[in-house]
C-alpha cells in the first residue's frame, strides 16, 4: 500500500512539473510577418497595434482595436481566448504595451483601420472611454470607419480613379 501511494505521489509531482506557465507579457511585433487576424493586413503602426495572448500562450494580433472588436463580436475570439487571457495596445503616446483592459481610450483619430479610438494609460479628458465602452462604442457603429472607407475607397469601373479613389487591376476585385 505504501508502494502504491508513493508511485501515486510521484505520478502527480512528475504530471505538476511538466504544466508550462504561459507568459502573457507582450510579444515584439514582426513587422515583416505579422497580420491582424481580423482584416489579415500587415501591422504598421504601434500605437494602435494590438494583440491578444490566450491561456495556451497563442497570439492574435490586431492592427486596431476595431479589428479586435469584429473579432470578439462575430468571430471565435470568446471560444479562443479560453479561461486565462491576456489583450494588450500600443500607447498612443509612446507606441509601448499597455493594457487594453485597464486603458482609457479617446475616439478621433486616424487609426489603421479607421476606427478611430487611440488608448492612453491614464484617464484624460479626451480620453475618457474604458475598454468596455470603447468595444460597445464600436460594435454599435461609433467609429470614423464610413468616412475611412470612403477616403479609401476602391473604384470598380475606375471613375473615381481620377478624385483619389484606386482603381482596382483587371480580374481583381470585380474590375474589368
Not at 479586435?68 to 479561461?83: I, T, V
Not at 485597464?102 to 483601420?113: H, I, L, N
Not at 477616403?151 to 475606375?158: D, L
Request: with cysteine.
Amino acid at each position: 500500500m505504501k508502494k502504491l501511494v508513493l508511485i501515486i505521489i510521484l505520478f502527480l509531482v512528475t504530471l505538476s512539473s511538466c504544466s508550462s506557465k504561459v507568459d502573457f507579457g507582450p510579444r515584439p511585433v514582426n513587422y515583416d510577418r505579422d497580420v491582424c487576424h481580423t482584416c489579415k493586413m500587415g501591422l504598421a503602426d504601434p500605437k494602435y497595434d494590438v494583440q491578444a495572448i490566450n491561456e495556451h500562450g497563442e497570439v492574435r494580433w490586431y492592427d486596431d482595436i476595431g479589428c479586435l472588436a469584429e473579432d470578439m463580436r462575430d468571430g471565435d475570439f470568446n471560444k479562443w481566448k479560453g479561461a486565462k487571457y491576456k489583450i494588450w495596445i500600443g500607447d498612443v503616446q509612446t507606441g509601448k504595451w499597455i493594457d487594453a483592459e485597464k486603458a482609457w481610450y479617446r475616439f478621433g483619430d486616424d487609426t489603421p483601420m479607421g476606427y478611430g479610438y487611440g488608448a492612453f494609460k491614464q484617464k484624460t479628458d479626451s480620453a475618457k472611454y474604458d475598454f468596455k465602452t470603447t468595444i460597445q462604442r464600436i460594435d454599435e457603429g461609433k467609429t470614423k470607419r464610413a468616412d475611412f472607407i470612403k477616403k479609401k475607397k476602391m473604384s470598380v469601373s475606375g471613375k473615381d480613379a481620377e478624385s483619389g479613389g484606386m482603381k482596382c487591376a483587371p480580374g481583381k476585385c470585380g474590375g474589368n
